[in-house]
């Protein structure tokens, strides 16, 4: 960074075009006055292109105005060029479209007319589900009805008209975010790097998993770690990894002593340091610091790299990732963990009745049924304020594991004997 420089963020930049053409529009070129102001005022003002290239500009350069995303003046926080590029990539991504209207266009790839079985035993979820999703059969763009087994092999029987296959879903995000695939605090999980699981393309397979409850109407994880989000977001190279982060207890502890100045701490880890490519010779209280806060990025993201890669590909299922990556904040919440409080709204915001004419003695029967309903939802939100956890196990169970809050509403099937998995005997 130029001492008293003015920095220039910039976006759709041709490097192959010359940077300047003619406008046509007044905001547009209120936009080049402003950056060729600060290029008159600061002839070394530094300009920065989302492609990573940066040059120093002059009062005679011409920027595309399309291309201005924001400008620093000499107050705001100086971080450094790489720092700038990572954040203006992310700030570009981003265009707050609501996920629900994300996630139903995604599901228009989904082909009705076609279906992918799955036999799930209860018991072996993910051992179930990852064989289906492993034959040469399988479509991810199929329909997906689930017939759920039990101990003896036979179907439970349910016809699955979205119910049986949202339980699935929500089992398979749960067993598979529980399982060997993920290391870490429940709010903030890595990829767990396993070489069995490696050979077996597990961690191709979870990301299939994850891509496709998503599109399919269930759950998403919302465990993911931020920091293994941002990395699938923009790449794992710009991803800044805390000590904190790191989940071997042993290791996490060593290298916060090594960063507060302990180094006999560095002795305790020589050989994962040495492995990680951060090794150097202790010589002062800034080399251990920077030893220290190196480490973690390979602890957590380096040493799974393959795994990494791999998962990236199966989370690309259906465009899933692509969607991802231009609409980070809005899918943040449903690969991260987002702390969700029971209340009224929140809950009964999920349900949308189907009701009869208004004046029919259905109608005034539903009415009565919706009171009863409304009236239990506010108890709850007040035995919630009172944290009494007996009661609420259940509720909370479905309210925060189906997690289905922020991508698709629930419907009430009063009057479909199909839609609401009641089967009528035929008429001998």
């Not at 060029?81 to 609501?98: H, P, V, Y």
């Not at 079985?117 to 009805?145: G, Q, V």
Request: net charge negative; hydrophobic share 35%; proline share 5%.
């Amino acid at each position: 960074m130029i001492p008293g420089s003015s920095v220039v963020m910039t976006s759709n930049y041709d490097a192959h075009q010359a940077p300047g053409f003619q406008l046509n529009e007044g905001s547009s070129r209120s936009l080049t006055n402003n950056v060729t102001d600060i290029c008159e005022e600061q002839p070394d003002a530094v300009i920065l292109l989302n492609d990573g290239d940066p040059f120093v500009a002059s009062s005679s350069s011409m920027i595309p105005a399309s291309s201005v995303v924001m400008m620093l003046n000499d107050d705001a926080p100086q971080a450094s060029g790489s720092q700038l590029i990572e954040e203006s990539s992310w700030s570009l991504m981003e265009n707050n479209r609501d996920i629900t209207e994300i996630i139903e266009k995604l599901a228009e790839e989904i082909d009705e007319s076609r279906v992918s079985y799955f036999n799930i035993s209860r018991k072996h979820i993910w051992e179930s589900a990852r064989l289906t999703m492993s034959m040469k059969s399988f479509c991810p763009s199929k329909r997906i009805d689930v017939k759920f087994m039990d101990d003896l092999g036979a179907s439970e029987g349910a016809i699955d008209s979205g119910g049986p296959r949202r339980e699935f879903l929500t089992l398979l995000m749960e067993n598979l975010i529980q399982g060997a695939l993920f290391v870490g605090p429940d709010e903030a999980k890595f990829l767990n790097f396993n070489s069995r699981s490696m050979q077996n393309d597990d961690y191709f397979y979870a990301g299939v998993a994850i891509a496709l409850s998503i599109v399919h109407g269930g759950p998403g994880p919302q465990l993911i770690s931020p920091s293994l989000f941002k990395a699938l977001m923009t790449n794992p190279e710009a991803t800044v990894i805390s000590v904190e982060e790191v989940t071997d207890p042993m290791l996490c502890t060593n290298l916060q002593r090594l960063a507060s100045g302990d180094y006999d701490a560095f002795n305790n880890i020589e050989s994962i340091i040495d492995m990680a490519g951060t090794f150097a010779v202790i010589k002062d209280h800034k080399t251990a610091r920077k030893v220290a806060l190196d480490t973690p990025h390979w602890y957590c993201l380096g040493r799974n790299r393959s795994a990494f890669e791999r998962f990236k590909e199966g989370l690309n299922t259906l465009g899933v990732l692509e969607t991802m990556q231009e609409n980070p904040s809005s899918f943040s919440k449903v690969m991260c963990h987002q702390p969700q409080q029971f209340t009224y709204c929140s809950f009964s915001s999920l349900m949308e009745p189907e009701l009869n004419l208004p004046g029919s003695s259905k109608r005034n029967t539903e009415n009565l049924v919706l009171s009863f309903w409304r009236t239990l939802l506010t108890e709850i939100e007040v035995w919630n304020s009172m944290k009494d956890e007996n009661d609420l196990t259940k509720w909370n169970y479905f309210y925060q594991n189906d997690k289905l809050s922020d991508i698709m509403k629930l419907s009430l099937y009063q009057h479909h004997n199909e839609k609401s998995h009641e089967i009528q005997t035929p008429i001998e």
